[in-house]
Antibody, heavy 119, light 110 residues
Framework: EVRLVQSGTEVKKSGESLKISCQASGYSFTAYWIAWVRQMPGKGLEWMGIIYPYDSDTRYSPSFQGQVTISADKSMTTAFLQWSSLKASDTAMYYC????????????WGQGTLVTVSS | QSALTQPPFVSAAPGQKVTISCSGTSSNIGKNYVSWYQQVPGTAPKLLIYDNNRRPSGIPDRFSGSKSGTSATLGITGLQTGDEADYYCGTRDSSLNIVVFGGGTKVTVL
């Protein structure tokens, strides 16, 4: 079965670091880009950035550049999203998603990781 | 403020048709394919339409997409209670080199 499985809910304090994961299975991990998408409480979808696991080519939205780091480990078939210093405004649901038809059509989504940051 | 503009709410009775508009610019919708997603509350988004009007396997033909100039439209016919969800359009912005989404439209079945 083709799937993306994300790590579990996180509850953190402002200033702490965090790394969440997205493990791919059922397809060639290095053949597809993987994106991260933020959804703040009650709000819409925001594209954060994308990585090509084959060579770790990474692109960021200007809104998230410098705020997060996207990485991937081919041996683990896993993509990561990390913060070095969380803020309360990072509280959101984070989804990983795979573009299947083009680089902007996401046909496969993880179940989401809820990150709650208290001040 | 989302890059793509959608109406916040649409509603119709069961069996009726709704359309959801998505307005963009020459650098996003005007240059690129549009996709549409359905998000039932508490779940991840699901791809309904890609390349403006193509349906992934398993998506019923009650869902349709179209694009003209810098706008796109999602149509849902034969509305069902299970169609109650938030719907998002998305596309690439060639100037910013990012993917952008609309703010979402909540569909209510009366």
């Amino acid at each position: 079965e083709v799937r993306l499985v994300q790590s579990g809910t996180e509850v953190k304090k402002s200033g702490e670091s965090l790394k969440i994961s997205c493990q791919a299975s059922g397809y060639s991990f290095t053949a597809y880009w993987i994106a991260w998408v933020r959804q703040m409480p009650g709000k819409g979808l925001e594209w954060m950035g994308i990585i090509y696991p084959y060579d770790s080519d990474t692109r960021y939205s200007p809104s998230f550049q410098g705020q997060v780091t996207i990485s991937a480990d081919k041996s683990m078939t896993t993509a990561f999203l990390q913060w070095s210093s969380l803020k309360a405004s990072d509280t959101a649901m984070y989804y990983c998603a795979r573009p299947g038809y083009s680089d902007s059509d996401f046909d496969l989504w993880g179940q989401g990781t809820l990150v709650t940051v208290s001040s | 403020q989302s890059a793509l503009t959608q109406p916040p709410f649409v509603s119709a009775a069961p069996g009726q048709k709704v359309t959801i508009s998505c307005s963009g610019t020459s650098s996003n919708i005007g240059k690129n394919y549009v996709s549409w997603y359905q998000q039932v509350p508490g779940t991840a988004p699901k791809l309904l339409i890609y390349d403006n009007n193509r349906r992934p396997s398993g998506i019923p033909d009650r869902f349709s997409g179209s694009k003209s100039g810098t706008s796109a439209t999602l149509g849902i016919t034969g509305l069902q209670t299970g169609d109650e969800a938030d719907y998002y359009c998305g596309t690439r912005d060639s100037s910013l080199n990012i993917v952008v989404f609309g703010g979402g439209t909540k569909v209510t079945v009366l």
